[in-house]
């Protein structure tokens, strides 16, 4: 038997098709960030939306009005998004978002163009929220532990080329026609949105949402195809139960979806924790002034060091390559410097460069941004545990080791060594993150490692491998 297929990959070559999908949704998310920058002060645009036209306060309502969708997209995921799957709420995400584009460019004079822009963009913004809070749950839970982490800090550094892009669209259309000018930047976001959903459309959904709802067979089948394996094959079933024991060491197995509650736990898994470390991060990211220069990049040369629209949008691509480059650079040494390092080290530096902005530029804003990047730096130091070349598993067991010990999870993660499967799995009981009455997978996987070693060096070796990456569908 073949193993299965999905429009007709199967293996490696499936797995970079969903991970294609994936990084085409934040290129759209870094393109959406961008495009109003070069647009919201352009004459062209103002000569239709008369309001914005010498207005700080409504460029700024029209530009954020769009942030306002994302978070109202992001709580419709968290509250709905394990009912509708991940590929229903990926493709309806990219639906969303080409409407709310459609409505955006079809405003004209005479009528209440404004209005219809600003509905628009605020609909483009949920699409947006509810792809950006469900592409990397998708991309973790049908990728291998091995390289995961690579994954997702692709999809964040694909944010930063997506706004190259704007950038440069945006200036490369600044010498055509009025209409040119800002309809066609705004469309063009629908290259991206079809892609993520016509991809979406034929690729599986994820296994471990099809286990969670008890799709038994399909769950198999879409683990054996990700792999490259017959849906028969004893790594695929071995695969398969390790998500189903993972379901039930969440402590919700025969939930169809993790209730809210979940994220409000402490105890061994410490929920509500991690919970909060990865929404600080996020809360940093968006505050700490990276947002301000993406959207307003062209305004602050402009009326800062009273350049022209035209240079100003040059400028700014120029920014945007300086911003990408950066961004591509995290993907070669985040496993080797470590998370907490690179984000400690970011910060340092964006708190050092604020003293020649100020000099070079109106001081009041940069200064804002300056002390509140320096308050993230003890934050960081003390509560972020490191995580590079850790499983998800060890992290687990992290936070376990935290608790039970009573010490600093930085402390934890410092003192804890890298694991073998063997230790894991010790570790995991010696915690009381697996109960013993699991013990029995366990010893039916030392059995198939038992067959496999003597099948030859190089099939055990495969297995080893596979049993390593024991978490590659956890969240």
């Given at each position: 038997m073949a193993p299965p297929e999905f429009m007709g990959l199967t293996g490696r070559s499936l797995s970079i098709a969903v991970s294609t999908v994936a990084t085409t949704g934040f290129l759209l998310f870094g393109y959406d960030q961008g495009v109003m920058s070069g647009i919201i002060t352009a004459p062209a645009f103002n000569d239709v939306f008369t309001a914005t036209k010498d207005n700080s306060t409504m460029q700024g309502f029209v530009t954020a009005i769009y942030e306002l969708g994302c978070l109202l997209g992001a709580i419709f995921i968290l509250i709905f998004g394990d009912f509708l799957g991940r590929r229903r709420a990926i493709i309806s995400g990219g639906s969303i978002m080409i409407l709310g584009v459609i409505i955006q460019v079809t405003s004209e004079r005479g009528s209440t163009p404004l209005a219809q822009f600003i509905i628009g963009r605020t609909i483009t913004g949920v699409g947006n929220g509810i792809n950006t809070s469900t592409i990397p749950t998708y991309q973790a839970e049908c990728s291998r532990t091995s390289n995961r982490g690579l994954l997702i800090c692709i999809e964040g550094g694909?944010?930063?080329?997506?706004?190259?892009v704007a950038y440069w669209m945006n200036y490369a259309a600044s010498y055509g026609s009025p209409d040119l000018v800002w309809r066609f930047p705004i469309s063009f976001q629908i290259v991206f949105a079809l892609v993520v959903v016509l991809g979406t459309v034929w690729l599986p959904e994820s296994p471990r949402w099809l286990l969670t709802r008890e799709r038994w067979e399909e769950g198999e089948t879409v683990i054996a195809a990700l792999r490259g394996l017959e849906t028969n094959s004893k790594e695929t079933q071995l695969q398969k139960q390790i998500i189903l024991d993972s379901i039930k060491a969440s402590g919700?197995?025969?939930?169809?979806?993790?209730?809210l509650k979940a994220l409000f736990t402490g105890g061994n898994t410490q929920h509500f924790r991690r919970m909060m470390l990865g929404v600080s991060s996020q809360f940093m990211?968006?505050?700490g002034g990276c947002n301000a220069v993406i959207y307003y990049f062209p305004i602050l040369f402009e009326q800062s060091i009273k350049q022209t629209h035209n240079v100003s949008l040059l400028l700014g691509g120029v920014n945007m390559f300086v911003y990408a480059i950066f961004a591509t650079t995290s993907w070669f040494i985040i496993e080797r410097v470590g998370r907490r390092k690179l984000f400690l080290w970011g910060t340092v530096v964006i708190v050092m460069i604020t003293p020649i902005m100020i000099t070079n530029i109106q001081w009041g804003t940069y200064l804002f941004f300056a002390i509140v990047n320096f308050c993230f730096l003890p934050l960081i130091y003390f509560t972020y545990p490191e995580t590079a070349r850790r499983s998800l598993e060890e992290i687990d067991i992290i936070f376990a080791k935290g608790y039970r010990e009573n010490i600093g999870y930085v402390k934890a993660a410092q003192q804890l060594e890298f694991l073998s499967d063997a230790d894991i799995d010790q570790k995991a009981r010696e915690y009381g993150l697996v109960e013993e009455?699991?013990?029995?997978?366990?010893?039916?996987?030392?059995k198939l490692e038992e067959e496999k070693k003597g099948e030859g060096s190089g099939v055990f070796e495969r297995l080893r491998?596979?049993?390593r990456e024991r978490t590659t569908y956890f969240d």
């Open positions: 694909v944010i930063a080329f997506g706004t190259l919700f197995a025969g939930h169809k979806g993790t209730p990211q968006q505050i009455v699991e013990g029995e997978m366990s010893e039916k996987k030392v491998f596979d049993d």
